[in-house]
Structures are given as C-alpha cells and as structure tokens.
C-alpha cells in the first residue's frame, strides 16, 4: 500500500509539540491554597473550563485562562487574583517542546510543509515557535481566525489559506476534543493522535496513533 504524502502536514501547537503544562503550573501557584489530594480534581475542573470558555464568544487567550481560573476558584470557594492569572500566562510564555519533538520535526520538514494551527496569540506563539527546533511554514493563530478550537472556523480558514482540501493535509495532535473529532467532522481524512495522556483515545475517529512526534517520520514514509 503506498504511504500518504500531504500537501502539508498541520499541528495542534500546546499540548502536541509544546509541553504545554496548565495543571503543573496551577498546582504550583495554589498549593497553599489547594490540598494535595485534591490538586488533580482542581487542575482538572480549570481544564473543563477552560474548554468551555474557548466555545463561547471570542476573547484573548489571556482572558480565557483568567475566566476559566476565576471560575474554577469559584467553584472550589479559594480566592483568586489578577496576579494569579498573569503569574499563570507568565509561566505559559517559558514553556518549550516535548524533548521528540525537535528531531521528528525537522525530519518531516525536510519533505513537507509543516503548519500550526494554535489556539494562541499572535504575541504569545512567537516565544513557542523558534523552541520547535524546525521552519514552520505558517502559525495560524486563534487571534487571526478569531475562533478557537474544537469550533470549525479555524480549520476552514486553514485550508483556505493554504487552498488545499481537507483530504490533501495530515493533520497531528494529541487531542480529540480539541482538533481531531472536529477534524473527522471536517472530511479530513488522513489524521494522527500523539498519545501524550492528555485524554482517552477513540479510533471512531480515524487516526494513526504515535507516542511522540519521533514517531511521524514513518507515517509519510521516512
């Protein structure tokens, strides 16, 4: 059976190729606040709320943390602070790749165009990029589609952008919720799941599933 070469190969950003540590770096600023065996229900419920603040109407992705924070310290009745916001936005901007992903990176993109579709900043992506150890080349980000991920506006501007149909990319991530199920949904075919335990997997959706971006080389058959 002969392998699959896309016209471009497109990426989740934070989770997939960034080590994008949300509860590692709430668990740290609330640990006082917080107990410890209840720190992963906490980090948790700020992950849910992150998600449904991301299907709401468009905000900076600074004021998607600072409400899905808020609403979480509300929830568990501890107090929360613009601080505590910033400190974690702060702490987002100092993050850098899984350790596979520079070397799987720059492998595939000796081949193929490699594209990120982020739900970022403009601001924000330009500390993530350069850390990716490979050229990207183009970052869409949620600030330029005006839409975050799961909702389908981003994808449908992506493959605008890059007048290509939705059969003709690959696309990676680590998260069914946020890219994958809406990339089913979409027609595009050719997908594959990094596994990093960022959520149960479901091959309903039709992927190929790698444990790290070193893992990508060999579905396009290099």
């Known amino acids: 059976m ?21 509860a590692g770096a709430a668990a740290k600023l609330f640990a006082s606040r917080i107990p410890p065996e209840k720190m992963q229900a906490f980090t948790d419920d700020f992950s849910s709320y992150r998600m449904d603040e991301v ?36 702490a987002c901007a100092t993050w850098g790749p899984h350790p596979d992903v520079p070397a799987g990176l720059a492998k595939v993109a000796q081949e193929f165009p490699l594209v990120l579709l982020t739900n970022s900043t403009n601001e924000l992506i330009k500390n993530h990029v350069p850390r990716l150890g490979a050229p990207i080349h183009m970052t869409i980000t949620a600030e330029e589609v005006g839409a ?32 994958l199920m809406t990339a089913f949904d979409l027609g595009i075919t050719h997908k594959v799941y990094v596994n990093r335990g960022h959520g149960p997997g479901n091959p309903f959706y039709g992927y190929s599933e790698i444990s790290g971006i070193d893992g990508l080389p060999a579905i396009v058959g290099l």
């Open 2 to 22: 002969s392998v699959f070469k896309p016209k471009f190969i497109t990426f989740d950003c934070y989770g997939t190729l960034i080590n994008f540590d949300m």
């Open 148 to 179: 975050y991920k799961p909702q389908m506006k981003g994808f449908e501007y992506m493959l605008s952008k890059l007048n290509c149909g939705p059969e003709e990319i690959l696309h990676v991530s680590s998260s069914l919720r946020y890219d």
């Open 55 to 90: 299907l709401g109407a468009f905000k900076l992705y600074p004021e998607v943390v600072a409400n899905a924070l808020y609403r979480t310290c509300n929830k568990w009745g501890v107090e929360c602070t613009d601080k505590d916001c910033a400190d974690v936005m702060a």
